[in-house]
């Protein structure tokens, strides 16, 4: 099991940027694939950013932050990021921290972390 934390979220302006980090405890971090979700009253979760095991593994993101969004994870802190730039008004979301554990096929959540983007 894994415990996430999510921090960095607040109210910026659009164009603006934000990093977010997600610190995990209580097992093994750097066996876990880790991701960004984001989700908006009435609207189902959607995936963000993913990023595989290693540090500096392979990496996809949704179409609409493809070139803006970087997730990036540091096994030695137990910690991952997504650094979000030129952030839009439509950005604006509760960000939650996912970790995979695709061998038993559970996920693991954060709190979740409000993002806000003014126009």
């Known amino acids: 099991q894994v415990q996430l934390v999510e921090s960095g979220g607040g109210l910026v302006q659009s164009g603006g940027s934000l990093r977010l980090s997600c610190a995990a405890s209580?097992?093994?971090?750097?066996?876990?694939?880790m991701g960004w979700y984001r989700q908006t009253p009435g609207k189902q979760r959607e995936l963000v950013a993913q990023?595989?095991?290693?540090?500096?593994?392979?990496?996809n993101y949704a179409d609409s932050v493809k070139g803006r969004f970087t997730i990036s994870r540091d096994n030695a802190k137990n910690t991952v990021y997504l650094q979000m730039n030129s952030l839009k008004p439509e950005d604006t979301a509760v960000y939650y921290c996912?970790?995979?554990?695709?061998?038993?096929?559970?996920?693991?959540w954060g709190q979740g972390t409000q993002v806000t983007v003014s126009s």
């Open positions: 209580g097992s093994i971090f750097s066996r876990y694939a």
């Open positions: 996912n970790a995979r554990d695709t061998a038993r096929g559970i996920d693991y």
């Open positions: 990023i595989t095991v290693r540090s500096g593994g392979s990496t």
